[in-house]
């Protein structure tokens, strides 16, 4: 059973701020993991970005996994759920990933269970960020590491990441997405849509053509997930993108576009990958560069 959701578009000037207490947002992490640091800054020489994040002797660099979880009006969201666990060992290794499922573990530290998660939100699906969304059983069998949430994708990310398709192999697990859709708890949705008050998605494309952006009116300011659209506080340069982007342009335009704007109204961006900052107000230094607010 999949509830869709049909396209709505917001108008982010004229979002009307909610009167609804939002109790809090606050970083989770879902992991951190070393990956090849030409992947994660594609045209950008290698002797620029390994001034912000070193490279190891296999060319990888680290990285956070900052997931966030918002809770609002007694509902616990959480965005992104890093990789989760029940990888091959290869790719464990490859990858230097944590043991054990990291954001059951970071929600455990703060006395919050799995079954405690009302919604789930991943900005796109590669394993990263959707690694987390299931669990092998003791039966073999995937399932829903959050059995109580509704998953929100968009529609676009769900067929691309479910198609088997030659050209996304490697990019997404179908394998572990695909018990979702069993269980009812799938809610696609097609374009820039509301979760709840005060909680909206924006279809950006970009990292992949089905990738979303979050924004969050909390109770100091508005916080927007990014996603891959900027990873790092070293990706605040409009041209410094990721090699895995498949509509690179649209990356660059989103990023313009939304970190201007954030940089206008002063709200907070929320960094997925960085390793130091999760969250930091910005500035706009010129045309194509924006800074950390001083
Ligand atoms: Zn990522």
Same mark, same amino acid.
């Given at each position: 059973m999949i509830e869709i959701r049909s396209a709505r578009t917001l108008d982010v000037e004229r979002a009307i701020p909610v009167k609804s207490p939002i109790v809090s947002a606050r970083t989770v992490s879902g992991g951190d993991y070393r990956i090849d640091g030409g992947s994660i800054f594609? /045209?950008?020489p290698k002797p620029l970005w390994e001034k912000t994040y070193p490279a190891d002797r296999q060319n990888r660099i680290l990285q956070s996994t900052n %997931?966030? +979880? /918002?809770?609002?009006? @007694?509902?616990?969201?959480?965005?992104?759920?890093?990789?989760g666990s029940g990888w091959p060992e290869r790719f464990n290794s490859h990858?230097?990933? #944590?043991?054990? %499922? $990291? /954001?059951? =573990?970071?929600?455990g530290n703060i006395g919050l269970k799995p079954t405690d998660i009302h919604h789930v /939100? %991943?900005?796109?699906?590669? #394993?990263?960020?959707?690694?987390?969304? &299931?669990?092998?059983?003791?039966? @073999?069998?995937? =399932? $829903?590491? #959050?059995?109580? =949430?509704?998953?929100? #994708?968009?529609?676009?990310?769900?067929d691309q990441a479910t198609s088997d398709a030659v050209e996304f192999r490697g990019a997404y697990d179908s394998e572990r997405l695909k018990p979702l859709? =069993?269980?009812?708890? +799938?809610?696609?949705?097609?374009?820039d849509d509301e979760v709840? $008050? @005060? +909680? &909206?998605?924006?279809?950006?494309? @970009?990292?992949? $053509?089905?990738?979303?952006?979050?924004r969050v009116e909390t109770s100091e300011g508005v916080g927007w997930y990014l996603g891959d659209i900027c990873a790092t506080t070293t990706h605040l340069s409009v041209n410094w993108c990721m090699a895995f982007d498949l509509e690179l342009l649209v990356t660059r335009r989103q990023k313009i576009r939304l970190l201007g704007e954030i940089a206008r109204s002063g709200d907070m961006v929320w960094f997925d990958h960085d390793t130091k900052f999760a969250s930091s107000r910005i500035e706009r230094i010129s045309d194509h560069q924006f800074a950390l607010a001083r």
């Amino acid at each position: 059973m999949i509830e869709i959701r049909s396209a709505r578009t917001l108008d982010v000037e004229r979002a009307i701020p909610v009167k609804s207490p939002i109790v809090s947002a606050r970083t989770v992490s879902g992991g951190d993991y070393r990956i090849d640091g030409g992947s994660i800054f594609g /045209i950008v020489p290698k002797p620029l970005w390994e001034k912000t994040y070193p490279a190891d002797r296999q060319n990888r660099i680290l990285q956070s996994t900052n %997931c966030r +979880l /918002i809770q609002l009006s @007694g509902q616990n969201i959480l965005i992104d759920t890093g990789y989760g666990s029940g990888w091959p060992e290869r790719f464990n290794s490859h990858h230097d990933l #944590f043991s054990g %499922c $990291p /954001i059951s =573990a970071s929600l455990g530290n703060i006395g919050l269970k799995p079954t405690d998660i009302h919604h789930v /939100i %991943c900005s796109h699906l590669h #394993f990263d960020h959707a690694g987390g969304t &299931t669990s092998l059983g003791e039966n @073999g069998q995937w =399932a $829903p590491t #959050f059995s109580n =949430a509704q998953y929100h #994708f968009q529609k676009t990310e769900w067929d691309q990441a479910t198609s088997d398709a030659v050209e996304f192999r490697g990019a997404y697990d179908s394998e572990r997405l695909k018990p979702l859709q =069993a269980t009812g708890q +799938l809610v696609l949705h097609e374009g820039d849509d509301e979760v709840l $008050p @005060g +909680l &909206t998605l924006h279809h950006t494309g @970009g990292h992949t $053509p089905g990738h979303q952006s979050i924004r969050v009116e909390t109770s100091e300011g508005v916080g927007w997930y990014l996603g891959d659209i900027c990873a790092t506080t070293t990706h605040l340069s409009v041209n410094w993108c990721m090699a895995f982007d498949l509509e690179l342009l649209v990356t660059r335009r989103q990023k313009i576009r939304l970190l201007g704007e954030i940089a206008r109204s002063g709200d907070m961006v929320w960094f997925d990958h960085d390793t130091k900052f999760a969250s930091s107000r910005i500035e706009r230094i010129s045309d194509h560069q924006f800074a950390l607010a001083r």
